[in-house]
């Protein structure tokens, strides 16, 4: 996984690594995680790291695969029960161990890489949202968005889980 955000060149290469350096801080917060650390909750919230990796791998296929490109959502998220009171995208941590939550995560995000290489970013998407053009540039800056807020979830839980403080893991590499 990549790890730090480059210092300069053209947008979409800056866009791109900003993204995938809070990529990587969200792979290093569950890296080493047991499946039970995973699926254990924080007391105050209702989420979970597990959570956090499926709720981010819908997050990308729906952006980049669905908004951005145009395409139907990929499985578990096309033919998945969004019924309940809890969005699947939530939900479905409780039901897949921590490999699959990795790999559910990572082929997300493996293909979201591929789908922001096409288009212009100025070119709106495809799809809508909210009944409005958006271009493929405010997905981008949505998903850094969404990834920097749940990152400090992330943060928070893995602090909760085993006392690790993640900044001192970027700046002191095991």
Do not use: K
């Not at 998220?77 to 990795?102: H, K, M, P």
């Not at 100025?122 to 997905?139: C, E, N």
């Amino acid at each position: 996984m990549r790890g730090d955000a480059p210092a300069n060149g053209p947008e979409r290469v800056l866009l791109a690594g900003f993204l995938d350096h809070l990529r990587a801080s969200l792979e290093t917060s569950a890296h080493g995680l047991t499946d039970e650390q995973l699926h254990r909750r924080h007391p105050d919230v209702r989420i979970s790291m597990g959570s956090l990796l499926s709720h981010l791998a819908f997050q990308e296929d729906y952006w980049f695969g669905h908004v951005w490109a145009g395409r139907p959502p990929s499985e578990p998220w096309r033919s998945g029960d969004w019924g309940s009171a809890d969005d699947l995208d939530w939900r479905l941590a409780g039901e897949l161990d921590g490999a699959q939550l990795r790999e559910l995560w990572s082929e997300a995000v493996e293909r979201a890489r591929d789908e922001q290489e096409s288009g212009d970013l100025d070119d709106a998407t495809p799809r809508p949202v909210a009944g409005a053009p958006v271009s493929r540039r405010w997905v981008m800056l949505h998903m850094i968005e969404e990834y920097a807020r749940h990152c400090g979830h992330a943060d928070v839980l893995r602090a909760a889980l085993d006392d690790v403080v993640l900044a001192d893991r970027w700046r002191h590499p095991a």
